[in-house]
């Protein structure tokens, strides 16, 4: 069956500290894993894709990087922002179907 | 910009009731696509289109029905309205190779 694991389910950080958000999955054939930013009433919005031969992939303060051998992805924000305040959900792509496999995201607070 | 426009923010409803939600976007897009998402359980497929008059049953069709006559509109109905439907009710639509660009969501309350 495929699954899309996250972890944590919450996080609190202080202003301008990093963090690392993780995504595991059992997902196959794979084809992408995207991650996407939720804002508190507003729907996902896409921050990247990675597809199997990228290992790295970075939008301003957000980098994510996958493994597909071990079918691990990891979303690292920089110096974080009060506005960085979501949540963050992981989601993969079999290689068939229009399908996506979600993950039940990781709720992000950013304190002063 | 791809808009992707959900007609209610919030919607309150009592049991029993016909409930339509209605979803357009602008980009031409063949695909589109009708989520629930509740607290602990993330985003559940409930039914996709990829084509006019075209629809796919998702994880969790029961007690739901949609309609496509038009490209760019996708309808999610409630036949008849129950209290574990209340839920945020995301639309997406896509093209090829794009990602899903989401619709900001119809709150539904069941009462």
């Known amino acids: 069956k495929n699954q899309v694991e996250q972890s944590p389910q919450s996080l609190i950080i202080l202003e301008g500290k990093n963090c690392t958000l993780q995504?595991?999955?059992?997902?196959?054939?794979?084809?992408?894993l995207r991650w996407y930013k939720q804002d508190t009433g507003r729907g996902p919005v896409s921050l990247t894709i990675m597809t199997f031969s990228e290992n790295t992939k970075s939008n301003g303060r957000y980098t994510a990087t996958l493994d597909a051998d071990t079918k691990q992805s990891s979303l690292h924000i920089t110096a974080s922002q009060l506005s960085d305040s979501a949540s963050y959900i992981c989601v993969v792509s079999a290689n068939s179907g229009y399908a996506l496999n979600f993950g039940k995201g990781t709720s992000l607070l950013v304190t002063p | 910009d791809v808009k992707v426009t959900q007609s209610s923010r919030y919607l309150v409803k009592r049991t029993g009731e016909k409930v339509f939600l209605e979803c357009v976007q602008d980009m031409d897009h063949e695909n589109m696509f009708w989520y629930r998402q509740d607290p602990g359980l993330g985003l559940r497929l409930i039914y996709f289109?990829?084509?006019?008059?075209?629809?796919e049953k998702g994880d969790i069709p029961e007690g739901y029905s949609v309609s496509r006559e038009k490209k760019e509109r996708f309808s999610l109905i409630l036949e008849s309205a129950s209290t574990n439907q209340t839920s945020m009710y995301l639309c997406?639509?896509?093209?090829?190779?794009?990602?899903?660009?989401f619709g900001d969501g119809t709150r539904l309350s069941i009462l």
């Open positions: 995504c595991n999955y059992t997902v196959s054939p794979f084809s992408n």
């Open positions: 997406a639509s896509t093209g090829l190779y794009q990602p899903q660009h």
């Open positions: 289109s990829y084509d006019v008059k075209m629809k």
